[in-house]
């Protein structure tokens, strides 16, 4: 009764993608996504309950490169146990059979509430006591649910990632949590995973000022471009009064984002994107053009995104595209160009 309304999200987006599962894309599944210039991708789903597991299979993701930790929470009517906690992580494991998963650590504050959770009140939730500053000030939280996906990534490969990192020092003080949990597993002969990344969500603009150190600190990054937009041009995402005001494809934002794909790439470091732009035909083109190469995006998105991919030369969109993010070129609309293009060059939208 009442769910709250990410999980009213989750499922309506479940039922869309049932609708939309039309042929065409399924054709798709199997095919590579590789642009007709032979650029390859990694397209890979967002999830975040149980249930969305089947569509790895289904829409042919190469993995799932957000899982929404806070979902479980969000359903429970009491905070999920430690125990309770890795069996879920080990079912989504489970049901990935060897694909990739990157787990989110909780996300939870703010606006997401959690009804058996003393909540406090707040101005401005979205910038307020959420996400991985709750978890680092309430530690046993945080180190509950670390010790949860690290049993449950035992004897295999454990993403994880944080979000709301505003501070490098922040994703540091996670990390300690990470090797002290991992500590005390072993000092008590627990099994550990084979391999451990950790990453960070890039969708605080202040890290784009700190991407040198950030970038020799990870492992990998993740762009939450929705709350990276919301923060980056002041606008609520959740306000639908403001939320559409700025394009998404405004040229400041592309800059920005063109800057993190270029430092991740000159310092090796994996990035994906996971906010709802990947899942976008056109607003994906522009992160090709870009230079992203790693998306993440509803199930749903996956046959549209692969459609436009392969109906797409990378090489000849970013010798267009980067040019009208210089300073000083005449067409500042980036999404009339896009929109033009696509049609010039037939490109699948
Ligand atoms: C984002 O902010 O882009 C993101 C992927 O995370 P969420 O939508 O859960 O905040
Ligand atoms: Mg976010």
New binding site residues.
């Given amino acids: 009764l009442r769910p709250a309304q ?1 999980v009213e999200n989750a499922y309506a987006e479940k039922v869309r993608f049932r609708a939309r599962r039309q042929a065409q894309y399924r054709r798709l599944r199997n095919k590579p996504s590789v642009t007709k210039d032979g650029v390859e991708f990694s397209l890979q789903m ?1 999830a975040g309950l149980l249930v969305d597991l089947p569509h790895l299979a289904e829409a042919g993701a190469a993995g799932v490169g ?1 899982f ?1 930790t ?1 979902l479980q929470f969000m359903v429970a009517s009491s905070f999920p146990r430690m125990r309770e906690q890795q069996a879920q992580y080990e079912q989504v494991l489970d049901a990935a059979d060897g694909k990739p998963v990157t787990f ?1 650590s909780l ?1 939870i504050g703010g606006d997401k509430v959690l009804p058996y959770l003393r909540s406090i009140q707040e101005e401005n939730p979205a910038m307020g006591w959420r996400a991985l500053r709750l978890g680092l000030d309430r530690p046993g939280l945080l180190r509950t649910q670390i010790r949860a996906l690290l049993k449950a990534a035992a004897g295999r490969d454990l993403k994880l990632m944080f ?1 709301m990192v505003a501070d490098v020092s922040e994703f540091v003080r996670a990390r300690e949590l990470v090797e002290k949990e991992l500590k005390h597993l072993r000092r008590h002969n627990h099994a550990v995973p084979e391999k451990i990344r950790l990453g960070v ?1 890039v ?1 605080v603009p202040s890290l784009l000022f700190q991407l040198d150190e950030l970038l020799a600190q990870v492992d990998f990054v ?9 923060f980056f041009c002041a606008v609520d ?1 959740g306000n639908t009064r403001v939320a559409d005001r700025f394009d998404t494809l405004n040229i400041g934002f592309l800059r920005a984002l063109k800057q993190i794909i270029d430092k991740a790439n000159a310092a090796h470091v994996p990035v994906t994107l ?3 732009l990947a899942g976008r035909p056109l607003e994906a083109m522009a992160l090709v053009g870009l230079g992203y190469r790693d998306l993440s995006m509803s199930p749903a998105s996956l046959g549209p995104i692969k459609a436009m991919l392969r109906s797409l030369d990378a090489g000849r969109l970013s010798a267009r595209l980067l040019p009208r993010l210089e300073p000083g070129h005449p067409e500042a609309n980036i999404r009339d160009f896009l929109k033009r293009y696509a049609s010039e060059m037939d490109v699948a939208l």
Avoid at 222 to 230: A, E, P, Y
């Fill in positions: 990410d967002n957000l929404r806070e989110r996300d979000p969500m969708e993740s762009v939450g471009s929705n709350d990276l937009f919301q995402r996971c906010g709802e």
